[in-house]
């Protein structure tokens, strides 16, 4: 079966910091990948997607960076942290193939920027 | 373009109460059609989908019915539980395009 899994799963960081969140995703091959952003109490941002090792498509211009070093790694990253950069961030996959198309989903990783 | 409307929350309901989440939706050809529920802290689960007209998505009592000549893919359940408190997404994903359109997400309090 499918798994996906976030790393951290908090983080507070000072603003002008760097960041560095990592998903992996398991039991699966070429799988599409997205990371979305959460505002408290809010919906969800799509940031940015992949749909294949080194292709990254960008959503929202801001101060963040997307890269897929592996088939199943995404990784996102920002150089120096601004206050808006707090929420909860999730990851997600779906297959290549099929029908359906729904997404799955990690725990997430939430982020306070202080 | 595609977009998805859900009803605003917070929807506050007694226990054992009938659930109507309301979700329309603009897209262009036949999209498939998704409820999510996010539990708090937690990221989103898919709870039930539909990938054609006339289509009913059912999973844990809740069910949705694909409804083309209305756009829309209300969500409803029978008899809610205090453990159903959670967020729900309604989202549509048009066939052949890789991204997901997620509605606002409503949230629901289920009272004891």
């Known amino acids: 079966s499918q798994t996906i899994h976030q790393w951290p799963a908090t983080l507070v960081q000072p603003v002008g910091s760097p960041l560095s969140l990592e998903c992996t995703v398991e039991g699966t091959s070429n799988p599409n990948l997205y990371w979305y952003r959460q505002a408290a109490g809010r919906g969800l941002q799509l940031l940015f997607y992949s749909v294949g090792i080194g292709q990254i498509s960008s959503e929202v211009p801001q101060n963040l960076s997307a890269s897929r070093p592996q088939d199943r790694q995404f990784i996102l990253s920002s150089k120096k942290l601004l206050l808006s950069d707090s929420g909860f961030y999730l990851c997600?996959?779906?297959?290549?193939?099929?029908?359906?198309?729904?997404?799955?989903f990690g725990p997430g990783t939430r982020l306070t920027v202080t | 373009g595609n977009s998805v409307t859900q009803m605003e929350g917070p929807v506050t309901l007694s226990e054992e109460a009938f659930l109507t989440i309301n979700c329309t939706y603009t897209a262009t050809g036949y999209p498939s059609l998704f409820w999510y529920v996010q539990y708090p802290g937690e990221g989103l689960q898919l709870l039930l989908k539909?990938?054609?007209?006339?289509d009913k998505g059912s999973n844990k009592g809740f069910e949705a019915t694909y409804r083309k000549e209305t756009t829309s893919f209300h969500l409803e359940k029978g008899s809610v539980q205090v453990s159903d408190s959670a967020v729900y997404f309604c989202a549509l994903r048009r066939t052949g395009g890789f991204k997901t359109i997620f509605g606002a997400g409503t949230r629901l309090f289920v009272k004891a």
């Open positions: 997600a996959w779906s297959a290549d193939t099929g029908t359906t198309y729904e997404q799955y």
């Open positions: 539909a990938t054609k007209a006339d």
